[in-house]
């Protein structure tokens, strides 16, 4: 199990890599992390904005990782120190992640 104290960011769009770890976004906490499937913290991605809403693999082989982020509730100060915010970020995770179906309209 995995605990996240609510000072660090609140836990928001999990998705799950090949190797069953889950990667969890932190809502005002400006990172993701990467759990194992034992709740042991693997990695740390820091993004330059405070709101990350989710993660999810695409690519090729579904080896990059995008990171989607939000301007919600920032006042006008935070978003002059934070002028990404609400981009879509993208990195290399160094695992891919699990195909998922299409959802029928």
Known sequence: ???????????DGPTVDREGAIWISLYSGSEARRYSPAGELLERVRFPVSNITKIAFGGRDLNTAFATTAQHLLSPEKLLREPLAGSLF????????????PIAD
Do not use: C, Y
């Open 90 to 101: 993208a990195f290399q995770a160094g695992v891919s992640g699990i195909p998922t179906p």
């Open 1 to 11: 199990m995995v605990r996240i104290d609510p000072r660090e960011g609140h836990p």
